[in-house]
Structure formats: C-alpha cells, structure tokens
C-alpha cells in the first residue's frame, strides 16, 4: 500500500512495476524484471544491489543515471564499502540486511544536512529472488527533495553530511 507510505510518484511507479510483476509470489525473480518494461521517468532513480553473505554486504548490479550524477561517478560492480563510510554505510547494511532477512519493501526518509542546506533522501527498497525464495537483490528507487538541492551540490552533500532517518515503514503487502 505505497499510497500510504508517500505520493512520490517515482516511488509509485517502481512499486507498481514491482507489484506487477511479483503477482501472487511474496517478490519477483530478477528474471521477471525487465528495465525496457519499467517507466522512462523511473531509471534515472533507480538502482539494484546483488545483496551477498546474507545480505552483510552489497554491491552496486545498476545504478540510473540520475543516481550516479548524485554519487559523483558510477559505482556499478563496486561493493557499498568501497563507496560508503561510517554511520551512512552501516545504515544502508543495515537496510540490506533488513531486505533480506524479512524479504517486504521498505521505505524510508533520511534526512541529509551539509551546513544550512537541508534535503530528504526518500528511499523504496524493494526484495527480488533471484532463483531461491530469499531476497538475494534489492531494486531501490531514491529520489532527492528539498528547495536548495541542485545536483551540483548534492554530491557533496551526501558523502558529507550529517545524517538523520526521519521514517522507516515496511510496506505491507496488499491483498
């Protein structure tokens, strides 16, 4: 029920697709997702992470192009270790640890501050098998808000910044 959690309409899309495509199975294989088949406006804002020793650490499978100007440079086939840094990456293991072990969607809000600016980083992760019942990938949707964060700063600003979950809700399944 993503309608509850935010009107992002990114996040709405990618949840749909997801929704779509697990139909009556708790989550979809990786075989069933197919970017050609996602929205357009969707694939800058989205990335997949192979989620490994489960789900202990993860590395970059795709990452949109919207996300790699926000990062600063592609990441792909690097691990979240070798990108991220204290507090942060041990949030996002976390996330994937989470992603995997329950196998549901997960949404959350970060708060990111670098001096006076302010920007929400809202966050839908989302489990695929790939092959097995566990959730061994996550297709994860970011999109940024907030007045004064062009991209041209935010780079900066997420490797730096003082960082503050806001929200975290898993998204239930509906019936």
């Known amino acids: 029920m993503i309608d509850l ?9 990618l949840y749909g697709y997801w929704r779509l495509r697990r139909g009556s199975a708790g ?19 989205m990335m997949m992470l192979d989620l490994l020793d489960r ?17 600063g440079g592609d990441h792909t086939g690097r691990f979240i270790d070798d990108v991220l840094s204290g507090t942060y990456l041990e949030y996002v293991r976390g996330l994937c640890r989470e992603i995997y072990e329950s196998g549901m969607p997960i949404y959350t809000e970060t708060l990111f501050r670098r001096d006076a600016k ?9 489990p695929l098998a ?15 808000d907030g007045a004064d964060s062009g991209l041209g700063d ?9 960082r503050h979950e806001l929200r975290r809700e898993i998204v239930r399944r509906a019936a």
């Open 27 to 45: 989550m979809p294989d990786r075989r069933d997702i197919d970017p050609v088949d996602i929205p357009a406006f969707v694939l800058p804002n």
């Open 154 to 162: 935010a780079s900066v600003a997420l490797s730096t910044a003082e």
């Open 118 to 126: 302010r920007m929400i980083l809202r966050r839908l992760s989302l």
């Open 55 to 71: 789900g202990a650490r993860a590395r970059y499978r795709l990452i949109g192009t919207g996300l790699t100007a926000l990062a």
């Open 5 to 13: 959690v935010t009107n992002d309409p990114v996040l709405r899309a």
């Open 130 to 144: 790939n092959g097995s019942k566990r959730a061994t990938i996550a297709l994860v949707g970011q999109v940024l």
